[in-house]
């Protein structure tokens, strides 16, 4: 199976195992690291009230730049999380629609082993 890259998401599945991107060089991803099997694992994105922001958002520790985060959880617990900012608001729907793909393809994950 060729890589299936998640830009939104930072991430790509290749044989049944989610790395992330990595940095681009020339025309290849270097420097990708191994995050965990596909099996089991579930995308999530997150957008915060924004009611939070202004200095209620400093005390929180919330930047007035982030919205919110993308996470994947795996099996055994371990997650991967990317942060927001205030641009991804544009692309909510396609980050939404990247999670869903995500989520179908972990589904079909034992079936592609």
Known sequence: MPAVVFGYLTVKVRDAEVWTIGRLVGSRHVDARYLGPLAGAKAAMELDDFSVFGVGGVLKGIGPHL?????????????YQRPLRWGALIDAPKIRAAVDRFNALAAAAPELS
Do not use: H, K, L, Y
């Open 67 to 79: 919205v919110g985060s993308v996470s994947i959880t795996f099996a055994d617990g371990t997650s």
